[in-house]
Nanobody
Framework: QVQLLESGGGLVHPGASLRLSCAGFERAFTGYTIAWFRQPPGKDREFVAAVKRGGTMMSYKNSLKGRFTISKDNAKNTLYLQMNSLQPDDTADYYC????????????????????WGPGTQVTVSY
């Protein structure tokens, strides 16, 4: 059973950084395709970034490249999302998601592809 739990959200000012964490993998998470999604207030959930099963390839929402970095600590079975230069538009609930299936690159952004979801952590960027 995989029970994901995000942490690290909070209220920050524009320009600040945050690092989100996702734990709860029952086995080495090189066996999972893992992703971050976010849902801004009043909007649909959207893809942020993903790591392919095997852990050798990352994918990002184009508009977030350069500011957001997905990474993992294999020893801790923990996924991270480093978010820099945060802006009010980054305000959202952030979710960790996983599936034991390998996904092709074009499918990584599809939230229906993921079987396991955490409850989310809230990030608010405000003056």
């Amino acid at each position: 059973q995989v029970q994901l739990l995000e942490s690290g959200g909070g209220l920050v000012h524009p320009g600040a950084s945050l690092r989100l964490s996702c734990a709860g993998f029952e086995r080495a998470f090189t066996g999972y395709t893992i992703a971050w999604f976010r849902q801004p207030p009043g909007k649909d959930r959207e893809f942020v970034a993903a790591v392919k099963r095997g852990g050798t390839m990352m994918s990002y929402k184009n508009s977030l490249k350069g500011r957001f970095t997905i990474s993992k600590d294999n020893a801790k079975n923990t996924l991270y999302l480093q978010m820099n230069s945060l802006q009010p538009d980054d305000t959202a609930d952030y979710y960790c998601a996983a599936t034991s299936r390998g996904l092709i690159t074009s499918s990584l952004a599809g939230e229906h592809e993921y079987d396991y979801w955490g409850p989310g952590t809230q990030v608010t960027v405000s003056y």
